[in-house]
């Protein structure tokens, strides 16, 4: 059975959302998706630092719509591990876990991995929405669609805008 | 740069310190490290799904000796990572993140990785007491003596009683 690694923040977690409210609540100013295409988060969100430091940023992330239903769809022809960088931001680690447990209960302990950086994760499939990731990444990679990484070429990796893509790409028997 | 995957848990951590002094707590009893050598961790210590579920069992766990020394030894010549069975204990994640900032100032947060499987961890090396770690990595793989795997074979694991001998094993022109 082969291996996917999946990413948290951007892949199941909308942390998109997350920023464009706190960063409301924060400035009255309401940002628009179309303004901050293409920048990087931290550009796009100067407050960023604060905002994933704050108790409950990432346990009242709104999920990515899909996100559970083609899981649970994957869960009986793949080995599946959730891989979230987390280490860096040390709230979010019991906060991610709460969140998993809450959002994907089919997710068990073993299949959950916090790291800081993934060098050293191994798997068949990786699904991530930062390059950073996927570049050294020596298994078959798709890259998750975020404002981020949208006007960017995909390069090597195969884009996919969605759960129901990324559906499409892993269960194509299913079609 | 080779990388090594370090296990916390009876390799830098003396889980076998705490899980004897919170047996005498709640039994009075004195138990030696004779009488549980080859026991699973789990036979030894009856009351140790309850320990490790305690706030504070990782945050105040003592270092196994020549922990702090040899590792800082090693990051020179090797890119190491701490890669720790922690998703199965909640509280742990927290505590265990904080006793390696407190301990080991001079590992990163991008060198820490918590899991609850090892499987889709690959680094070229693996220090572990845990045979079920070690047989299925496909690097080299030292097997880090703690009672409970001292009786065994190391198999096709390269036995070390200290971090001396992995300090020897790893550096050996230091010798």
Not at 21 to 38: A, V, Y
Not at 45 to 73: C, D, M, R, W, Y
Not at 109 to 129: A, H, L, N, P, Y
């Amino acid at each position: 059975m082969k291996t996917i690694a999946v990413d948290m923040d951007g892949v199941l977690a909308d942390v998109y959302r997350q920023f464009l409210n706190l960063h409301f609540q924060d400035t009255g100013e309401k940002l628009s998706l179309e303004s901050i295409r293409g920048l990087k988060e931290a550009e796009a969100f100067p407050l960023l630092k604060k905002h994933v430091n704050s108790p409950g940023f990432f346990e009242s992330a709104p999920l990515i719509p899909g996100a559970q239903a083609t899981l649970k769809k994957l869960i009986p022809h793949y080995k599946v591990f959730i891989v979230s960088a987390a280490t860096e931001f040390p709230l979010s680690l019991h906060e991610k876990l709460r969140w998993l447990n809450n959002h994907f209960p089919f997710i068990q302990w073993q299949q959950m991995v916090f790291c800081g950086s993934k060098e050293i994760i191994r798997t068949d499939i990786m699904i991530d929405d930062h390059f950073k990731n996927l570049d050294t990444f020596s298994g078959k990679t798709y890259l998750f669609s975020q404002p981020h990484n949208e006007i960017a070429s995909p390069g090597k990796h195969i884009r996919v805008n969605s759960w129901k893509e990324v559906e499409m790409q892993l269960l194509p028997d299913k079609f």
